[in-house]
């Protein structure tokens, strides 16, 4: 799998971090990157380094460096994520909305109600399947916020995703040195939640049309 040969190439650069900076500095480093990845927009230039590679490499340093907790390093990935995420909302909720709905243009505001409609139907499923996809993680959280997707869905979506994303595939990491069946369950677990979102998405159209 791709992120699998990508982690591959990143150990080497997060073994590293261990050697220069300590345990310590090292949990920093990684909870730091996954944070701005979507939480400082970082991702959109760096998706794979703030991404699934990086929770797959430090996964595996965890598992053969006794130095490293895998349940520390685990739930704070899955914390980072969440973070992250929740910024990346407030500030398009706070600071996206309020800038575009100043701009003059209708291709603006029709864009922006589309994006109300899409988020007030999908909304839940698109922020836990967006943790999946490399550059959708990044800007999912705040076009929600922008759409002003009702706070408690996000919410919600945003931990079940930062849960499965983060925790998952940290974990993945971790075992997949010793039990490769592991990959296959977690990719399952994104699997899932992607023909979920398309299931959601076919109901809510005919849903729709069916009311037209």
Known sequence: MPSQVLAASLTPQVSHWLE???AIGF?????????SGTGLFIGAFIPFIT???LLFAAGLLAHSNPKINIWVLAVGVGLAAFIGDQLGFVLGRHYGRPYLDKRKGTWIHAAIAKSESFYENLGWWAVVVARFIPWARVFVPAIAGIARMNYYKFL???LVGAVTWGVGLTLTGYYSATIPAVNKAAYGIATFFIVGSIVAGLRTWWRNRHAG
């Open 20 to 22: 220069t900076y300590g």
């Open 27 to 35: 949990y920093l480093v990684v909870f730091l990157l996954v944070f």
């Open 51 to 53: 991404g699934d590679s």
């Open 156 to 158: 919600s979506g945003n």
